[in-house]
Antibody, heavy 124, light 107 residues
């Protein structure tokens, strides 16, 4: 069955960096676009970033553009989120999510499987 | 950015009763609307996509409807496992945005 397992979260000071990982299993990882979605404590969901199945494209929410970098290693069925210049407002549970598939040649941009998340806390 | 507004914030329903959740978009999203639910401590689960298509394995008591700016998720007869927070999400316009959620609780 499809499994997505996030790791790498923790407590970090403002301005520092953190790298999250998402280990995928149970499906052909290199055939799916992948996303990061976050949820601040007690708040709703916010899409963060997407990377194409073949790494050809990546897009970011304005709130993280220039600070976060999404990447993947298809040989290891793993996706990453490098987070630099972290801010208190980046505090959230970060989910790895699989895109549903292809819609008119692009990702569909909705999510059919999610991990359980890894918590990032940015605080001095 | 398209703002998604869900109502009500909390819905109190007895098991076996019908629940109707609403989601409004600040501009047309055509039919590119998904619904998820999330139980405490669990990952969100996809329920509905393309406004009315049920995800694989979803019971028939869940149905979605609407297009443009107004959408509805109906649960025809609530079961104990359906008590959760429900989110709508538009995927017609970047950035892809979610509603703030409707909590369905036991009455």
């Amino acid at each position: 069955q499809v499994q997505l397992v996030e790791s790498g979260g923790g407590v970090v000071q403002p301005g520092r960096s953190l790298r999250l990982s998402c280990a995928a299993s149970g499906f052909n990882f290199n055939s799916y676009h992948m996303h990061w979605v976050r949820q601040a404590p007690g708040k709703g969901l916010e899409w963060v970033a997407v990377i194409w199945d073949d790494e050809s494209y990546e897009f970011y929410a304005d709130s993280v553009k220039g600070r976060f970098t999404i990447s993947r290693d298809n040989s290891k069925n793993t996706m990453f989120l490098q987070m630099n210049s972290l801010r208190p407002e980046d505090t959230a549970l970060y989910y790895c999510a699989r895109d549903w598939g292809y819609c008119s040649g692009d990702p569909c941009y909705f999510f059919d499987f999610w991990g359980h998340g890894t918590l990032v806390t940015v605080s001095s | 950015e398209i703002v998604m507004t869900q109502s009500p914030a909390t819905l109190s329903v007895s098991p076996g009763e019908r629940a109707t959740l609403s989601c409004r978009a600040s501009a047309s999203v055509n039919n590119k609307l998904a619904w998820y639910h999330q139980k405490p401590g669990q990952a969100p689960r996809l329920l509905i996509y393309a406004a009315s298509s049920r995800a694989t394995g979803l019971p028939a008591r869940f149905s979605g409807s609407g297009s443009g700016t107004e959408f509805t998720l109906t649960i025809s007869s609530l079961q104990s496992e359906d008590f959760a927070v429900y989110y709508c999400q538009q995927y017609n316009n970047w950035p892809w945005t979610f509603g703030q959620g409707t909590k369905v609780e036991i009455k």
